[in-house]
């Protein structure tokens, strides 16, 4: 069986949340797969911010911020797409 992230299936009521899950498992192989692009996205995220163009930016300090939180959200799918094995 697997497990999903407390913030999936604390929004479902108690009485779904296992046949949610079966589903889940059932399609684990997209849900892996999805999880892989906002990885991706995150790591091209980083990658762009670190160009040398980049700091010749007068908002540089705004874009940087803007990239961390994009990279954050980017992870945070990633784990909530990412089931553990019990």
Known sequence: MIKLSS???NSLPKD????FTKRCA??????KHFSSICE??????????????????????????DQQGYQR?????????NFNKE
Do not use: H
């Open 7 to 9: 913030t999936v299936t």
């Open 16 to 19: 779904k949340r296992e046949e």
């Open 26 to 31: 059932a399609a684990e192989d997209l849900f």
């Open 40 to 65: 991706r996205k995150q790591t091209e995220s980083y990658s762009n911010g670190l160009k040398v163009d980049k700091f010749k930016d007068p908002n540089w300090a705004l874009y940087q911020a």
């Open 73 to 81: 959200a980017m992870l945070e799918i990633a784990s909530i797409l």
